[in-house]
């Protein structure tokens, strides 16, 4: 038994049994409906056949559903920065993280219109607990981070994602996406929990981090959604957090949290890949030889590029102003828009509950506040 077999996704030669075993099944029956509302049961039949490998499944299947997606719920996914990667290199994406299915799907869908390597994606085992969602994850080249956890059981846990990520970036070339934090940002700031880091780098094996760091080739992702489709369902938690309340989840939460976000509106959507951090580690390396005082600076390097990279959309400049009352970005968007962003405020939220509406802004708003606040350091 392989030392990662309790986390990594289906091999090639697994794909055929798990697809077929899973084909009949209703959930999977209602997927490719959606991609392919058109196909008779034969060519459905004919469809699964034919996938050999997760690369057959990916391209023959999830690639047109995320486009069936983007049609129905958006008005376009943008991009920008692909041109800097090599075709033949795999990277560590390190990205923000706003939506748990989509934000590394658009990635995949992207590095794979641009020629690219495409990424095995960290997926939490919270959202893989039936059985169907664990199949249809590993079939999409996820593998598995454990949650809840006893301190023990993490470190050792840790030490083997650490170890399987730097396998597949190293032995296999294949590129590798992690969210820059555990679980998804809520209220629009954007930060690298140095958490994060400190497990990348457990797998270290050379005398610096900070050269290790740099032969992984960490790239800052930033996703940038002109409507959060989760927006709503992010309130509580910010409320309770607000109120130094301990939050707990209703047991469909992640589920209901993860079909929102695809099929909710997102309006446009824009992606950037960054560039491959080298001198920038070069600088933290000759700073300091604290590794804890490296990681923090690394955390740093990463966020100011993603909030640097962020677009910014109409919906992020009109929640400024509405938050702050002033007219101060009014240049940056229409009447028509404000309008329409009220008349979401109004249909999401109880008008009456000041602090509600005033955490909703603020996802919205701090984007804008974070980008200013880095131009003007």
Known sequence: MSKFDSIRFYHDEEVTKILQNISHHPMVKSLIDYTFPEYSDEQVNELVNSIHSIRDFQSK???????????????????????????????????????????????????????????????????????????????????????????????????????????????????????????????????????????????????????????????????????????????????????????????????????????????????????ALDTELDSIKNETTNVNKQIQMLAKVIDEQIIANYKLWPTNYIAYDLLNDTDRFANEYTDKEKQLFLRRLELKLDKGNEPLVDTFLEMYANPVVNKFKLQNA
């Open 61 to 275: 299947i999830i690639y047109h559903t995320l486009q069936q997606v983007l049609k129905n719920t958006s008005e376009g996914l943008s991009s920008s920065g692909f041109e800097n990667l090599d075709p033949n290199t795999s990277y560590l994406f390190i990205s923000n993280h706003r939506d748990i299915l989509l934000d590394t799907s658009f990635l995949n869908v992207l590095l794979m219109e641009h020629g690219k390597i495409m990424t095995a994606s960290a997926v939490g085992d919270n959202l893989v607990q039936k059985q169907l969602f664990m199949d249809l994850a590993k079939l999409n080249r996820n593998f598995i981070v454990k949650r809840g956890l006893s301190p023990r059981e993490l470190l050792g846990s840790s030490k083997l994602l650490s170890e399987y990520m730097c396998y597949l970036l190293k032995e296999e070339n294949r590129s590798v996406w992690i969210a820059q934090r555990e679980g998804r940002t809520k209220d629009g700031n954007d930060a690298t929990h140095q958490g994060v880091l400190k497990m990348i780098g457990m797998a270290c094996n050379e005398d610096s981090m900070m050269d290790y760091f740099k032969n992984l080739r960490i790239v800052p992702v930033t996703i940038s959604y002109e409507y959060d489709p989760t927006d709503k369902l992010k309130m509580p938690q910010l409320m309770a957090k607000m109120a130094d309340e301990l939050y707990i989840k209703d047991k469909n939460e992640d589920f209901l949290n993860l079909m929102s976000g695809v099929v909710g509106q997102k309006k446009r959507i824009h992606l950037h890949v960054g560039t």
